[in-house]
Nanobody, 123 residues
Framework: QVQLVESGGGLVQAGGSLRLSCAAS????????MGWFRQAPGKEREFVAA????????RYADSVKGRFTISRDNAKNTVYLQMNSLKPEDTAVYYC????????????????WGQGTQVTVSS
C-alpha cells in the first residue's frame, strides 16, 4: 500500500523559508513522478512543482519559480520542497502526490496523495 507522509509545514513570516518533506513507502518509486500541490481556502488545488524520480528533472509553477526548489533523496525515499522568499499568498495546505512515470500539472492525474501539511505565511 502506497503511503506518502508530509512534514515540515508551519507558520513563518513573509520572506522566510520552510522545507517540506514527503516520505514515500509501500512500493518502488523509481519510475514515478512526484508532485507538490497546494490548496488555499476556497480555491482549487494547484500545481506547485514536480520531479521525475529516476532522472531528477523538474517542473515549477510560474508563481514559485526561482523561490522554490524540489529535490529527492533516493536513499531515504523522500522528496523535498525548499521554499524561500515566502509570501502571504503561498499560504495553503501543501500536498505531495505520486503517479507513474510522467509528471502532470493536473491534480486529477495523481492517484496517490499524502494527508497535507499547513503552511502559513504572515505579512
Amino acid at each position: 500500500q502506497v503511503q506518502l507522509v508530509e512534514s515540515g509545514g508551519g507558520l513563518v513570516q513573509a520572506g522566510g523559508s520552510l522545507r517540506l518533506s514527503c516520505a514515500a513507502s509501500g512500493r518502488t518509486f523509481s519510475n514515478d513522478a512526484m508532485g507538490w500541490f497546494r490548496q488555499a481556502p476556497g480555491k482549487e488545488r494547484e500545481f506547485v512543482a514536480a520531479i521525475r524520480w529516476s532522472v531528477g528533472n523538474t517542473r515549477y509553477a510560474d508563481s514559485v519559480k526561482g523561490r522554490f526548489t524540489i529535490s529527492r533523496d533516493n536513499a531515504k525515499n523522500t522528496v523535498y520542497l525548499q521554499m524561500n522568499s515566502l509570501k502571504p499568498e503561498d499560504t495553503a495546505v501543501y500536498y505531495c502526490a505520486a503517479r507513474y512515470l510522467w509528471y502532470s500539472y493536473s491534480y486529477t492525474d495523481y492517484p496517490y496523495w499524502g494527508q497535507g501539511t499547513q503552511v502559513t505565511v504572515s505579512s
